[in-house]
């Protein structure tokens, strides 16, 4: 059952969390245009980024968002009505927006720089189902100069290793 498989996460970001004194976050896919924050580990330091279990938001929309988009079978153009579509916390043209989806695909993790929220910065790696689909996302997420570039590209390798481990379970 999904409550089992869920059950095996939550260590998952503990260890994440704990790793990178940031808040670790695990994103579900549920539906065409929306995803849903199933699991959080906040960050265990005293100032931190605090996020809420079942919060909701547009699928490509953050790092998670760069993520879900990548593996898409979108068209351009309709990803492109959809990103207009999305209020954004800070500037993004969509000429950026693909290529940083088109990034994602090629590094295997998305980056969102405050577009979601000033101040946060987000990384984002995929969870595959039996089919190659992405149906849930694993993220960090933290505050803008908490990590240089190379920590934040360790960071995402970091995420694309416990995502692997994650997705025999979907």
Known sequence: TEGLRLSGVRPTLHEIAERFSATATFWKNIGSDRI???????SPTDFRIHMVEGHRRPKYMGASG???AAYSDLPEEK????FKSMRWGGPLSF???MKQVHEAKSLGYG???????QGAV????PIF???GNVTYAIAVIMFMGQYDDKGIAKIGNTLKQYASRLTPMY
């Open 66 to 68: 760069r993520i879900f």
């Open 122 to 125: 987000s990384v984002s790696a």
């Open 95 to 97: 000429e950026t927006y």
């Open 79 to 82: 990803l492109h009505k959809i």
């Open 111 to 117: 980056v969102d720089n405050g577009t979601v929220s």
């Open 129 to 131: 189902d039996a089919n």
């Open 36 to 42: 849903t924050l199933a699991m959080v580990e906040n």
